[in-house]
């Protein structure tokens, strides 16, 4: 038995800033360099795509990406500097705040669940 943990960003107004999805999207457009190719890489469509990313932007109140229209090696879609820290940090969050429910599952929980003891 394990525990599942889900966690998010949302502003004072309890919108979704940033999250697991976000997250996706962002390894997606890095990893390709192009936000058409995050799409079809994550099976959205690009509009669905482009929306959650300027959402989580104008939320946040920084620019994730910066696109390059034209042909050649300055062409693309590539992440910020904010947008490749984030992914970092969010990545060293998310591992810490698993490794603490871990541990709190295995203190208060993993006994009393997978005990034999019926009562």
């Known amino acids: 038995m394990r525990i599942r943990t889900s966690i998010w960003i949302e ?5 979704v800033v940033y999250g697991l999805g976000r997250h996706r999207i962002l390894q997606a457009i ?14 959205i469509s690009y509009r669905g795509l482009w929306g959650r990313l300027r959402l989580s932007e104008r939320r946040l109140g920084l620019s994730l990406v910066d ?11 590539r992440l910020t500097a904010r947008g490749l820290a984030l992914l970092d940090q969010y990545e060293a969050a998310m591992k810490e705040i698993f490794a603490a429910s871990d541990q709190a599952f295995a203190s208060h929980l993993r006994g009393l669940l997978e005990s034999d003891d019926p009562d």
């Open 67 to 77: 696109s390059k229209v034209g042909r050649g090696a300055d062409a693309g879609t």
């Open 30 to 43: 890095r990893d390709s360099g192009s936000i058409k190719a995050a799409a079809e890489r994550l099976g």
């Open 11 to 15: 502003d004072g107004d309890g919108k």
